[in-house]
């Protein structure tokens, strides 16, 4: 069955600098691959989103890449601020979904002040 | 247009209760999905609704068992509740021409 990973699980980095984490997918038939945002004691909130006929998609300081070849994706966020730090998920509509998104273990990103 | 609301957002139990969440989905989203986040774990899967239908389910116990009514709201049943079964439970809504599911703020159930 479908299957998503993210790395690192983990990433601090110093306030200004940039962030990227990466996504892989084991079996994806979807041309849709969200990324989502979730802060403490709240929901996931959608941040960005790329359909794979299109290979990069902006929007201010967030950026998402897509590769659909190698199966994965990947979230940057430049010049990180404060506010950044949050769990970041990248589910994925699998062949056999049947509406289910699946979703991998999250990246908890730490800003460093 | 109104977000996904859930309630209650808090709640404390004892092992052996039942227990009630309720989810609104957005105007107009016929799918609701239905999840339990654990600390430090991704989002588990537990069933997805789409005109009072259920389309699929998760891996979870039969305690777990959810509805949908005819205004697309929802609600998700626990019965006999375990210590384990302390979470955040999460409703999120998709539907029209949308492939996102927008989430609602959770239920943190808490069972002692």
């Known amino acids: 069955g479908e299957n998503v990973e993210q790395h690192p699980s983990t990433l601090s980095v110093q306030e200004g600098d940039s962030a990227v984490i990466k996504c892989t997918y084991s079996d994806s038939a979807s041309n849709y691959f969200p990324w989502y945002k979730q802060e403490l004691g709240k929901g996931p909130q959608l941040i960005i989103d790329?359909?794979?006929n299109v290979g990069e998609k902006k929007d201010q300081r967030i950026a998402v890449t897509l590769n659909k070849t190698a199966k994965h994706f990947s979230l940057h966020i430049t010049e990180t601020q404060p506010e950044d730090s949050a769990v970041y998920f990248c589910?994925?509509?699998?062949?056999?979904?049947?509406?289910?998104?699946?979703w991998g273990a999250g990246t908890k990103l730490i800003i460093k002040p | 247009k109104a977000g996904v609301t859930q309630t209650p957002r808090y709640l404390i139990k004892t092992r052996g209760q039942q227990v009630t969440l309720s989810c609104s989905p957005i105007?107009?989203?016929?799918?609701v999905s239905w999840y339990q986040q654990t600390p430090g774990q991704g989002l588990q899967f537990l069933f997805e609704y789409f005109s009072e239908t259920q389309r699929n389910k998760g891996n979870f116990p039969g305690r777990f068992s959810g509805r949908q009514f005819s205004n697309s709201r929802s609600e998700m049943n626990v019965s006999t509740l375990e210590l384990g079964d302390s979470a955040l439970y999460l409703c999120?809504?998709?539907?029209?021409?949308?492939?996102?599911?927008?989430f609602g703020p959770g239920t943190r159930l808490t069972v002692l």
């Open positions: 105007s107009g989203h016929r799918s």
């Open positions: 999120a809504s998709f539907g029209g021409r949308s492939d996102t599911q927008y």
């Open positions: 790329i359909r794979s």
């Open positions: 589910p994925s509509w699998g062949k056999d979904s049947n509406y289910q998104l699946i």
